[in-house]
């Protein structure tokens, strides 16, 4: 366990490194409900409805597969670089998503639709590393004793998030629309696209101020296991977006998923039991 008093972090440091994880934190409670929102509108423009479920589940997949690497890397590599990097992707994720059909059918990517599947994955894949990491620097800087007020205000976040989601993202859906010349950005583009300041605050006072906190050290990653827990979570989750959907739950897709997901998470347990680092640990 790293002691905070080691670390001989100033009142100023915590203060503003609390302020830009309170930003992180907010920014990816806020996605989580301001999207919803905009839906209608979003497959309305880019003609999408049968890759609805696709724009969550995509951001759901690679969110959860990437918690417990993000956390293997930041006791490895460092608490912050490993945050750094989790904003920067989730930005550039938001930023596309923002931009999907704007240019048309593109090669790969396809359609407007087909490309907001493609970056929410890509935000996604981001976002793994906001929460996980912010606790993880939290834990770092406090003591035990502290932690739980800490983790309680934090928690509040997203109760706000809860409410303020829905509000900003129909405001920005219905009355965002704006002109610039002959061009139009469309008012959802917005919900995207407000995560860019917010974002690049936190990233400023993330860069500038927080501290180095765990140098990292040795050791190596457990790339089994890593395989295994995004298998695990994958099938998983596709079965619980396409079930009752797309096929039957006694489909056999759907059964075939849920095996896939139940055998994969067995050898996983069993992998990570004689693993001399197991992925599954975060040590804080």
């Not at 497959?43 to 479920?53: F, K, N, V």
């Not at 765990?214 to 099938?235: E, F, P, Q």
């Not at 139940?262 to 004689?274: P, Q």
């Amino acid at each position: 366990m790293n002691d905070s008093s080691e670390l001989q972090i100033t009142s100023a440091e915590k203060r503003l490194t609390l302020a830009a994880l309170a930003v992180v934190v907010l920014l990816s409670a806020l996605d989580q409900t301001i999207v919803a929102t905009a839906m209608p509108r979003i497959i309305e423009q880019l003609q999408g409805l049968s890759m609805y479920a696709w724009v969550t589940t995509a951001y759901m997949l690679t969110s959860t597969v990437s918690v417990p690497l993000y956390g293997k890397l930041s006791d490895q590599y460092g608490r912050k670089p490993i945050l750094i990097l989790g904003v920067v992707v989730f930005l550039v994720g938001s930023a596309l998503c923002g931009l999907s059909g704007e240019f048309g059918s593109l090669p790969v990517l396809g359609d407007g639709m087909m490309q907001l599947v493609v970056f929410r994955a890509l935000q996604g894949l981001g976002a793994g590393a906001l929460m996980t990491v912010s606790f993880a620097v939290m834990a770092d800087m406090y003591p035990p004793r502290e932690r739980g007020r800490l983790f309680g205000v934090f928690g509040s976040v997203f109760g706000l998030a809860t409410v303020v989601g829905p509000f900003i993202g129909g405001f920005f859906t219905d009355h965002g629309t704006v002109t610039l010349g002959a061009y139009e950005i469309a008012g959802w583009r917005w919900v995207f696209y407000v995560n860019l300041p917010l974002g690049a605050l936190a990233l400023f006072m993330i860069v500038h101020r927080m501290p180095a906190l765990r140098k990292g050290g040795g050791g190596s990653i457990d790339y089994l296991g890593a395989v295994l827990i995004v298998l695990t979570a994958a099938t998983l989750l596709l079965g619980l977006t396409l079930g009752g959907t797309h096929y039957a739950w006694d489909s056999p897709h759907i059964l075939g998923l849920f095996a896939v997901s139940a055998v994969s998470l067995g050898i996983f347990i069993w992998v990570e039991g004689r693993a001399r680092e197991p992925l599954s640990l975060i040590h804080i």
